[in-house]
């Protein structure tokens, strides 16, 4: 199958879940004997090139109008040109909701058509309501040269439904799933990762920490991911933070240096407001499992009884958690022996990209 990727940012993969998910996707169909294209922002990409080999599969730079409300729509209409006019692409992949407002020209050139959801945008807090009714409006407009759609969110699924009036095929995210050997002497650390934007709900954090800090004042908070320094979400962090040497942001890691920050955590927080799905779940679970997690749909789907939960946005309810494993290193041990037991398996990327082409497969 000769396959074409649209929506996603860079390649090689640094910005946020989406590109990462792409990026193993492509990999993965590839040794699956599958000729993929990802079609990538040029400007979010390292490598300076029109078109290169990465990892088996091949990546095209295209541009478009680099603004908040043009890029993804822009970009991604000059990407579909490209993929639709050229014949080798059988199928045509989009893996955002502007990038498929597009869906209807390769549809017009006798293409397979489909959608991956990772989320309805629509939900984000850097909308405006225009912006979210327009949004709205586009998923409306592209559903009908859908041939197939996938969700990662078994939560997600019902509104998607209606949204694109078909039925979608639950493909969770994954991971490369390897054993890990837990530390038996953690750094003093509370461990955040992912993008610093509203809805990841790091105010909940920063204000959770700062309560208990008095009670444990050898504990540290760091915070690991990409931030738009001039963002005033990110200013507003930095104010309630304070000159205080105790909360660290720590800027985007990538690899084995990721790896030994969620080996080396004492434990790892997630407070999001909003998820599709948690990559960082899944890589917290398996380097660390002292989690604790926002009780949001999306992360009780997936880890319900493998971590801790608090009430979304409360600041008590996060401080309570926060005091509850901090105080004794047994507690710690106890939410690690539950996270043993999570079925790893199931979310393995060699399986959900076995997933993925037969999906591809049943549309020919």
Not at 254 to 279: N, R
Request: overall charge positive.
């Amino acid at each position: 199958m000769k396959i074409a990727i649209v929506g996603s940012k860079g390649i090689p993969a640094k910005y946020g879940g989406i590109q990462n998910v792409v990026e193993k996707l492509a990999e993965g169909l590839a040794k699956l004997d599958c000729d993929v294209t990802v079609f990538s922002y040029s400007y979010y990409s390292d490598v300076k090139k029109k078109k290169f080999a990465y990892k088996g599969f091949q990546v095209i730079n295209t541009k478009g109008i680099r603004t908040k409300h043009l890029d993804a729509i822009s970009h991604s209409f000059i990407a579909t040109l490209k993929a639709s006019i050229t014949k080798e692409y059988e199928i045509i992949a989009f893996v955002s909701t502007a990038s498929a407002f597009w869906a209807f020209i390769p549809k017009l050139f006798g293409k397979k058509v489909v959608f991956h959801s990772h989320g309805l945008e629509f939900l984000g807090y850097k909308w405006s309501r225009l912006d979210k009714l327009l949004m709205k409006f586009l998923i409306r407009m592209t559903a009908w040269p859908l041939d197939g759609v996938t969700s990662v969110s078994s939560s997600q699924i019902g509104e998607l439904n209606k949204a694109y009036r078909v039925k979608a095929k639950l493909i969770p995210n994954g991971i490369y799933y390897q054993e890990q050997k837990r530390n038996a002497k953690p750094q003093k650390n509370i461990l955040f990762v992912g993008r610093i934007v509203q809805e990841k709900g790091l105010e909940t954090l920063i204000a959770a920490f700062q309560a208990i800090s008095p009670q444990f004042p050898q504990f540290a908070l760091k915070i690991v991911g990409e931030a738009v320094y001039s963002s005033p979400y990110y200013q507003q962090l930095q104010k309630a933070a304070g000159p205080s040497e105790k909360i660290e942001f720590a800027g985007s890691k990538y690899g084995e240096e990721l790896s030994e920050l969620y080996k080396s955590a004492y434990c790892i927080v997630i407070p999001s407001h909003i998820e599709s799905f948690s990559i960082v779940l899944l890589e917290a679970l398996m380097h660390n499992g002292a989690v604790i997690c926002s009780d949001i749909a999306q992360f009780k789907d997936i880890a319900d009884g493998y971590v801790e939960f608090f009430e979304k946005g409360s600041t008590a309810a996060l401080s309570s958690k926060l005091s509850y494993l901090l105080e004794k290193q047994s507690n710690r041990l106890a939410l690690q022996q539950k996270a043993e037991n999570f079925p790893f398996h199931q979310y393995d990327w060699n399986t959900i990209t076995q997933e993925y082409h037969n999906f591809y497969e049943a549309l020919s």
